[in-house]
């Protein structure tokens, strides 16, 4: 269906989309693809510089004026994600898109000596951080005539696997957080899914996997026909779905 269709090339024009994790990775090529499709992007990030550089390469190829946010999810309090809607309704007057992509692996290893710290961490970043972001741009998500949320999760948010401890916890709490919410914006201007990228070349899968060849990898272009098909208003009426970025 989705590849069958004749794509506008600017499908995202007009559109007001925020993006976590924009810096890098997953994330930093979807920012440039959605700039690409026409979208008006908000970077937010934890590395100042690396958002600069998305920035400068949306410019470059005259893209709509970017925003940076730079942020670290970790320590951010709700009245940094306040705020931001603040400003993000202020500038914009609403917001369309809202990819939830930050995330960290932290260390692979037995639960059974898992580092609280660690686990503390991961959970703030992967699913509280994406929680309470995503709150707190519901007010301006309701201006959208059409808004799409996105939650990252994984293979292993689906079924457990070895070794893979707090991380894989978080990606079922991700599936989770989008089944329960997904069901409470049905029939709504909001839709609420999920994308499981697949093995992916970037810099978290090398180091979950330091020793294989990379260049058997998909890269994070081609995963974006999922990530600009639930962006876009293709997807209209797509709710509490979980989507697989690549064909197995
Ligand atoms: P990368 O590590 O390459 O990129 C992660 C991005 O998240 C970076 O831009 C990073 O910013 C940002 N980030 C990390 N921590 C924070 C924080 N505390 N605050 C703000 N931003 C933060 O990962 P991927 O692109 O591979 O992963 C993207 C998503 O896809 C993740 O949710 C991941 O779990 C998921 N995924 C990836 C797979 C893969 O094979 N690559 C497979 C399955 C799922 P900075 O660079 O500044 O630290």
């Given at each position: 269906?989705?590849?069958?269709?004749?794509?506008?090339?600017?499908?995202?024009?007009?559109?007001?989309?925020?993006?976590?994790?924009?810096?890098?990775?997953?994330?930093?090529?979807?920012?440039?693809?959605?700039?690409?499709?026409?979208?008006?992007?908000?970077?937010?990030?934890?590395?100042?510089?690396?958002?600069?550089?998305?920035?400068?390469?949306?410019?470059?190829?005259?893209?709509?004026?970017?925003?940076?946010?730079?942020?670290?999810?970790?320590?951010?309090?709700?009245?940094?994600?306040?705020?931001l809607?603040a400003t993000i309704?202020n500038?914009?007057?609403?917001?369309?898109?809202?990819?939830?992509?930050?995330?960290?692996?932290?260390?692979?290893?037995?639960?059974?000596?898992?580092?609280?710290?660690?686990?503390?961490?991961?959970?703030?970043?992967?699913?509280?951080?994406?929680?309470?972001?995503?709150?707190?741009?519901?007010?301006?998500?309701?201006?959208?005539?059409?808004?799409?949320?996105?939650?990252?999760?994984?293979?292993?948010?689906?079924?457990?696997?070895?070794?893979?401890?707090?991380?894989?916890?978080?990606?079922?709490?991700?599936?989770?957080?989008?089944?329960?919410?997904?069901?409470?914006?049905?029939?709504?201007?909001?839709?609420?899914?999920?994308?499981?990228?697949?093995?992916?070349?970037?810099?978290?899968?090398?180091?979950?996997?330091?020793?294989?060849?990379?260049?058997?990898?998909?890269?994070?272009?081609?995963?974006?026909?999922?990530?600009?098909?639930?962006?876009?208003?293709?997807?209209?009426?797509?709710?509490?779905?979980?989507?697989?970025?690549?064909?197995?």
């Open positions: 269906l989705m590849q069958n269709q004749q794509l506008d090339p600017l499908e995202l024009k007009e559109k007001v989309i925020l993006i976590t994790g924009a810096g890098d990775g997953i994330g930093r090529v979807a920012a440039l693809e959605y700039a690409k499709a026409g979208a008006t992007v908000i970077l937010l990030g934890k590395t100042v510089n690396k958002l600069e550089c998305v920035y400068d390469e949306i410019i470059a190829a005259g893209g709509p004026q970017p925003a940076i946010v730079p942020l670290d999810m970790k320590g951010a309090t709700k009245q940094h994600y306040r705020d809607a309704e500038q914009f007057g609403r917001l369309d898109g809202l990819l939830n992509n930050a995330g960290i692996l932290g260390s692979l290893g037995p639960l059974e000596h898992f580092c609280v710290s660690t686990f503390e961490n991961i959970m703030k970043v992967n699913v509280t951080a994406q929680a309470v972001l995503t709150k707190y741009m519901f007010p301006i998500l309701r201006k959208s005539p059409n808004a799409s949320i996105i939650f990252t999760s994984s293979g292993v948010g689906r079924e457990g696997r070895e070794f893979w401890g707090a991380y894989a916890i978080s990606k079922f709490a991700v599936e989770g957080m989008m089944q329960t919410w997904s069901k409470e914006v049905a029939k709504t201007n909001i839709r609420i899914n999920c994308i499981n990228p697949g093995a992916t070349e970037t810099k978290m899968r090398a180091s979950a996997y330091p020793g294989e060849d990379r260049s058997k990898l998909a890269s994070p272009l081609d995963l974006m026909p999922t990530y600009l098909y639930l962006m876009s208003d293709r997807s209209i009426g797509i709710n509490g779905q979980s989507l697989d970025a690549q064909q197995k």
